[in-house]
């Protein structure tokens, strides 16, 4: 089985890993570590209730430096010999069924490491200041450790159970963070919401792994691809399907993407780190991860881009009608991971840079959350932008490091994503044909809107007048979080133009997903067209955001508007569709079971036993009675037996 | 060693019974006492057993009706001592969890109770049949411990239980009456069948050998394995034979909920995998279809109920009918690591659900009323309690990392590999599971907090020590399962080789050979 592995492995270099040396035989600290910040905070109670945030913190740095030290450790090897594997145990063993626990540090995988590790500490430090008058800071660091050691175990498995196992766990940290104020039945709501939606997503997943299993025998990344081309089409198209399920839910991409939204009821670190610089983005993790499926699947490919493009205009669509700060961020945040789900799907000339959006959109909006998340804090927690106004003057670096993660997002040409944006319209494009023609146009109507809403956002908050309730009186938030903000500020500028230029982070990913035939032209026919819409976006905005007044309370708006307000309409028909069915399906099969199954069978009990009296007596004398049942029915039995001659 | 195993509970459930009244502190003293010394030989028990040597370990025969071929034989293989353990480890912590529900007086749902001793040597007699059902490698000792066992439960329920205790208690008793009758005539067809074929014996040993299988005509093979089997999957209990048991659970103190849900009911599965499969392999597979159609209704049918139930005690019983259905689904699907995990889900589902039980046990014994809408908000006042009840709840819900997940995707994956729609409707059983445990939790968990609530205690430092050593093993099952599942494999093995079944190859191996 391992030599044929081998044999077939030899196409790409990255499917027989070497084993781990110095740091990165370690990888498993990366893990450990927090984990164990998460087991110490939530075993010791109000002990550590002190300096319990300390540790939390501590414990995500720790990470991010063994990251960072394996990191480069890794450049100091062969591009070939990148990809190394961590033995940690044996998980599962049964006949032919066995999985183990290892670890697969690769370009790809560290790539992750780092901005999970990175940006996570940050959010944790933020942290440190946001959360200092919450009575639950230490359960709150307990959950963040929880959630980066979940995702770090996602990127870093080498098989799809070990994904699995990070996938659901980064889907409880979720749960649990966002009903973290669980006594608000909203952000319980919510909290559910997003992990029963995510488990329609994990369903798909689930199954994609039996597929695999009974296709291939193994769940390894190694056999999986290395046999991949072996398997009929059908089969590989059905994997690649079943994985966008799963990728559909965590990502919250079109269908699956209700809860998303529902998820900003959660302290706002959380949707910095979670809802939007990392969880979210493990579905476009999953398809980089499984190119060598998607490679033989023109048709599951074609689903990918097909979702992406969808649910990045739905997102972009939604940001434009929200007053809530942080729902149209979500929105932004839907759209956003729509580009870099059409990305993967649009294959090699894709992976690069929809890794390389994933990082970018990390920093940036990472940032802006945080951003928010000081605006709430200067406005006593309102997320109202109707409210805000005429912020940039009193929290100059909130607006400062904002306003850089504002142009990165709408493409301002030298910011981050500028660079990594423009690459996926590029890339769609270059498909070709007329799904290339239709993708890449959408993507660009989708690059005008995001101009549109998020400078809608910008000035509705920090330019124009002040809009502020009376008792407001907002201030610049503390140095532990103002620092965080300004280190994301500087990713978001500089990031894309570090990964881009040269073509360096193609040439660093290509030992695991290949390498694009065409270096990337910084410069395309569409960047005119880009810019232009850019612009169109800004300039309505503009004038209806900044030239007119901002009414306090919302008008009351055309259908179109209400359509975008209401998310689309996806919640009326998920609820319609499926929770209304599914309560009166309960209740009748609750029914049935009562009078129906039940019924039966107490029905039977009296008509056997006369009256319920005499069910009563059987009670009272059962020892007799069972004991002449036993000797009847055994005779009878026995006869039968002597009868029929056996 | 496995004699000692019966002997000590039921020596200690006589010594309880006849001390005098009012020594009720003692009684529960010796009863804890008499649980762990169990406990604690069982461990030793499981440290020496070889998962590579005999299949049965620990063995003891000795005759006890000459006349009639039965012998007081007992072993233990993989799978047998797993369950063992389960049961010798859930026990102690039962009793430490029941330490005040016999002589708690008053309160809506706590009519006067019995004399607390019986209660606590009802338990003790409870564990040495449940010991004893699982080691019998005698089919007619088995079955003997298997109607036994009806005893002390039907006593808890009836005299310890709810205000509706007494129709659970016999409701339960007549639907186990009904499978053990069927059973024993089977048993007996079993003797009869040994005997034509010219060595009459109860032993499963002999039983299982190929001179006797082949002297069973498939259709006799067919009616007794009907009977074995209506008989295990009442006990287990696979739709459409679940009714008795949200009452029974429903009714019964927690801790014997724990018992009867957790560890009586995996003799119906452990049954199955045991004797339907060894016994009759050929009626078992053309049993099949209609097992699976079974399994893969009660997952989804006993899910759907779960989500639609008004009383946290009976919504528990409704997930356990979805959780059999995985377990016979895994052992039906006839692949190693179906049965494993089958096997596995025992162990894992004794301890979560137990946990569940017993935690919600301890909520309602506080509060008084077992109905999900008297709750709201108890994590603010009692963070403990709620923490465990997650930890629990989301181990029932399959969560990675937590041992259900192992076992459940075992059994998918094994399934997956012969039959594939069953599979992937069970799979849907992941998503409903989400929808019961987090829809009650939230109900009684979080929100602002009900002002029937407002006082309640968090965990005490007893109730603390019942349910950590529980957490702490679903939490390490669900890292390393390794100990568990080497246990189990090797019996595992022997059963698929008895019904002549292989595991499928995978498709592209199986291509590659026809090349």
Known sequence: ?646 | MLTALIAIPAVGALLVALLPKGRDALAKQVALGVTLVVAVLSIVMAVQFDPNGKRFQFTEKYWWIKQFGVHYAVGVDGVALVLILLSTILVPLVVLASWNDADRSGGVDAPPKRSVKTYFALLLALEAMMVGVFAATDVFLFYVFFEAMLIPVYFIIGSYGGPQRSYAAVKFLLYSLFGGLLMLAAVIGLYVVSANAGHGTFLFDELRAPEILHHISPTTAKWLFLGFFIAFAIKAPLVPFHTWLPDAAGQAPAGAAVLIVGVLDKVGTFGMLRFCLELFPGASKWFTPVVLTLSVIGIVYGAVLAIGQVDIKRLIAYTSVSHFGFITLGIFAMTSSGQSGATLYMVNHGFSTGALFLLAGFMISRRGSARIDAYGGVQKVAPLLAGTFLVAGLSGLSLPGLSSFVSEFMVLVGTFSRYKVPAVIATVGIILAAIYILWMYQRTMNGPTAEAVKGMKDLSKRELIVVAPIIAIIVALGFYPKPVLDAINPSVKQTLIQVHQQDPKPTVAEKGSHQ
């Open chain 1, 1 to 646: 089985m391992t030599t044929m592995n081998a044999v077939l492995a030899a196409g790409g270099p990255e499917l027989h890993p070497q084993a781990a040396e110095g740091v990165q035989s370690v990888a498993w600290l990366l893990i450990a570590l927090p984990l164990a910040g998460a087991a110490i905070l939530l075993l010791s109670g109000r002990r550590t209730d002190k300096w319990g945030h300390l540790l939390g913190t501590a414990m995500s740095l720790g990470a991010f430096v063994v990251g960072v030290l394996a990191f480069f450790q890794m450049l100091g090897q062969h591009a070939d010999g990148r990809s190394r594997l961590v033995h940690l145990f044996p998980f599962i063993s049964a006949g032919s069924l066995k999985v183990d626990m290892n670890l697969l540090v690769d370009p790809l995988s560290i790539s992750f490491v780092l901005l999970i590790t990175g940006v996570g500490s940050l959010i944790h430090i933020y942290s440190i200041g946001y959360m200092s008058h919450d009575p639950d800071r230490r359960r709150f660091f307990a959950y963040l450790n929880l959630f980066v050691a979940a995702m770090l175990l996602l990127v870093l498995a080498d098989n799809y159970v070990g994904l699995y196992i990070g996938w659901e766990g980064v889907g409880l940290a979720s749960y649990l963070l966002i009903g973290f104020w669980q006594h608000k039945p909203s952000a319980a709501t919510a909290a559910k919401k997003a992990f029963i939606v995510n488990r329609v997503g994990d369903f798909g997943l689930s199954v994609a792994i039996m597929v695999m299993f009974a296709t291939f025998g193994s769940l390894s990344y190694q056999d999986v691809f290395g046999q991949a081309s072996q398997a009929s089409q059908g089969t590989i198209t059905a994997i690649g399907l079943l994985l966008l399920l799963g990728a559909c839910g965590k990502s919250a991409q079109l269908p699956l993407q209700s809860w998303l939204l529902d998820a900003m009821e959660g302290p706002t670190p959380v949707s910095a780190l979670i809802h939007a610089a990392t969880m979210v983005t493990a579905g476009v993790y999953l398809i980089v991860r499984s190119h060598a499926i998607y490679e033989l699947s023109p048709d599951a490919r074609l689903l990918v881009t097909i979702v992406g493009v969808a649910t990045l205009l739905a997102g972009a669509i939604i940001g434009c009608a929200k007053d809530d700060i942080k729902k149209a961020l979500a929105g932004s945040t839907m759209s956003q991971i729509g580009y870099m789900v059409l990305a993967a799907g649009l294959g090699r000339p894709g992976y690069v840079f929809a890794i390389a959006h994933l990082i970018a959109h990390g920093f940036f909006k990472a940032g802006m959350f945080l951003g928010a998340g000081s605006v709430m804090h200067a406005m006593n927690d309102d997320v109202n932008m109707r409210k805000f106004g005429g912020l940039r003057k009193v929290m100059p670096i909130t607006f400062a490091t904002f306003g850089l993660g504002y142009l990165a997002i709408i493409g301002f040409p030298g910011l981050s994503g500028w660079w990594t944006k423009d690459g996926i319209i590029d890339a769609a494009f270059e498909k070709g044909g007329t799904s290339g023609q239709i993708l890449g146009w959408l993507a660009l109507i989708g690059a005008g809107i995001t101009a549109y809403y998020m400078s809608r956002l910008m000035f509705m908050t920090f330019f124009g007048e002040p809009r502020w309730d009376e008792d407001v009186h907002p201030h610049e938030s503390p140095k532990v979080m103002t620092v965080p903000l300004i280190l994301l500020a500087i990713g978001s500028v500089a990031g894309g133009a570090f990964l881009i230029l040269g073509d360096r982070f193609a040439k660093f990913l290509a030992p695991v997903v290949g390498e694009p035939e065409a270096s990337h032209r910084l410069i395309t026919p569409y960047t005119a067209i880009v810019f232009a819409l850019m612009v169109v976006g800004v300039g309505l905005a503009y004038v209806q955001y900044l030239r007119r007044p901002v009414p306090r309370t919302a008008p009351a708006g055309n259908p179109a508007v209400t359509f975008a307000r209401k998310d689309l309409y996806g919640d009326a028909l998920n609820e319609s569709l499926l929770m209304r069915p599914g309560q009166w399906l309960t209740r009748l099969t609750v029914f049935f079971d009562n009078r129906g199954v039940d019924g039966v069978v107490n029905g039977l009990a009296a008509f056997i036993g006369g009256t319920s009296g005499r069910v009563r007596r059987v009670q009272t004398g059962f020892v007799r009675s069972y004991a002449l049942s036993m000797f009847v029915g055994a005779a009878l039995v026995v006869g039968a037996l002597f009868l029929v001659r056996i």
